[in-house]
């Protein structure tokens, strides 16, 4: 089975959500912030922090420019807040060696530091408008029912993925790149994990995975992401302390958030470990380059 581009791209001019960073006067730059935003975060948490992004460092140099306290305060809540600093640390080099211009070819993107094959793909082709397969969770996961009639996308396998993504792609970059981002608003906003709504999907008479009659996903379980009384959880609620404050704190601040001694301390070491943390000469505490004795 195969997936009719002009359909799926008709669709997507009409229904896609109207997103910032989808828009036709969105820099590269914007396109690139919004893609790390994007990472293991929804729609609805990043659109408000990215406008501020935005605002505040419209191009790659302003962003470099900034202390990494600074950049970490405006990601806030965002969640996974090294991506904040690496992102820093890419915009820094598009600063000094592209000339402030996020580069369009996927291999200097990959060059760049934090930037995967998924964001390298993504920023090609809905900055740059190529023709690139782009392939996330909802892309494997309309590919997987649409094209092999499966109930969803296995564990992943990059090059099959990949080469899944490809054969369904037109020729014309253009049309190419709406496909690929038509994919993903199908998977994100109809053809969705749980509860898919088939009766509004576009491709629904040439589904393979509706014409099997929609059998059951039987492959290995997805792990489930807990959050609660994580690492995760512990190391946000450490960097919030500091985020609340503009100078550097006692261990004590930041003892009385988490009661297990053991899990606060590792997490605030592996805070230390990852840069996202800094203890100034007499034993404080305070975001990264913030202040220095």
Not at 121 to 143: E, M
């Amino acid at each position: 089975m195969t997936i009719d581009a002009t359909v799926l791209t008709d669709w997507f001019a009409e229904k896609a959500r109207d997103l910032p960073w989808r828009g036709p006067d969105c820099s590269a730059w914007g396109v690139l912030v919004s893609e790390i935003m994007l990472q293991q975060t929804p729609v609805a948490r990043v659109e408000p922090s990215w406008h501020e992004w935005m605002a505040r460092w419209p191009v790659p140099s302003a962003l470099a420019a900034a202390t990494p306290a600074d950049v970490l305060r405006a990601w806030g809540k965002l969640g996974y807040p090294r991506r904040a600093l690496r992102l820093r640390d890419a915009a820094a080099v598009i600063a000094a060696e592209h000339g402030d211009v996020v580069p369009s070819d996927v291999d200097t993107l990959l060059a760049l530091p934090g930037i995967g094959a998924y964001t390298a793909r993504a920023v090609a082709a809905f900055a740059y408008r190529r023709r690139c397969p782009v392939v996330d969770t909802n892309v494997r996961r309309v590919i997987a029912r649409a094209v092999h009639g499966a109930g969803d996308a296995g564990p992943a396998s990059n090059t099959r993925d990949m080469a899944d993504a490809e054969k369904l792609l037109p020729a014309d970059h253009e049309h190419a790149a709406r496909m690929s981002a038509a994919l993903m608003e199908l998977g994100a906003i109809v053809c969705t994990a749980r509860n898919p709504r088939c009766a509004d999907c576009p491709v629904f008479d040439a589904c393979a995975w509706q014409r099997n009659g929609r059998p059951a996903y039987a492959g290995p379980a997805k792990p489930v992401q807990k959050f609660a009384g994580t690492d995760r959880q512990v190391r946000g609620l450490l960097l919030d302390v500091l985020r609340d404050t503009s100078v550097p704190v006692p261990k004590t601040r930041l003892d009385v958030v988490w009661s297990d001694a053991g899990q606060r301390d590792r997490c605030l070491d592996s805070l230390l470990v990852d840069g996202l943390v800094e203890q100034t000469t007499d034993g404080l505490f305070a975001l990264p380059g913030e202040h220095r004795h």
